[in-house]
């Protein structure tokens, strides 16, 4: 990752605080951001309505999402994108825990956004050591978890949470 101390102190305050996450986690170990900044791109818990629920477009604002992933990919150098936004138990069979997910050819990393409610995430993988390792944490609102590249992934306890996961990855990759 072609990520400069010039990087570092360009774009906003919420971009400079994950390019320094990243500078620290990427290709190493999986990390969680609690951040300073908001990050315009995402709603949070402040953006729903009086019953909870969030607006229309999932919580996403589309020209600030891909704005977002525009400059991110520009300070870090690396092809950065909007996968997807998931809210588990919006279909049928909803909130049940995930099954174990892996990266496609484990080649991207990826950034998960929460975006309303919480959510445990389970991650396994391959430690700097070589050695398989594992990682559990409790994502709230506005916070970002770090899936290294390779390591499979899954929530559990999940109802009433939404949240975004944007994908990693060298350019032109």
Request: charged residues 20%.
């Amino acid at each position: 990752m072609d990520m400069t101390d010039a990087g570092c102190e360009r774009g906003t305050p919420h971009l400079r605080e994950i390019v320094l996450f990243l500078s620290v986690h990427l290709d190493r170990a999986p990390g969680v951001l609690w951040p300073e900044y908001d990050n315009p791109a995402f709603g949070d818990a402040d953006d729903a309505d009086d019953a909870g629920a969030l607006p229309a477009e999932g919580g996403v604002r589309p020209a600030q999402a891909d704005r977002f992933t525009a400059e991110l990919g520009a300070l870090t150098g690396l092809s950065v994108r909007l996968d997807r936004v998931e809210t588990p138990g919006s279909t049928q069979g909803g909130g049940a825990d995930a099954v174990w997910t892996a990266q496609p050819e484990g080649r991207e990393h990826l950034l998960v956004h929460q975006i309303a409610g919480a959510v445990t995430w389970q991650l396994t993988g391959t430690g700097e050591s070589g050695r398989p390792e594992s990682f559990q944490c409790r994502l709230l609102p506005g916070e970002l978890l770090y899936v290294p590249a390779g390591w499979s992934r899954r929530y559990i306890d999940a109802q009433g949470a939404q949240y975004a996961v944007v994908c990693l990855g060298p350019r032109g990759g």
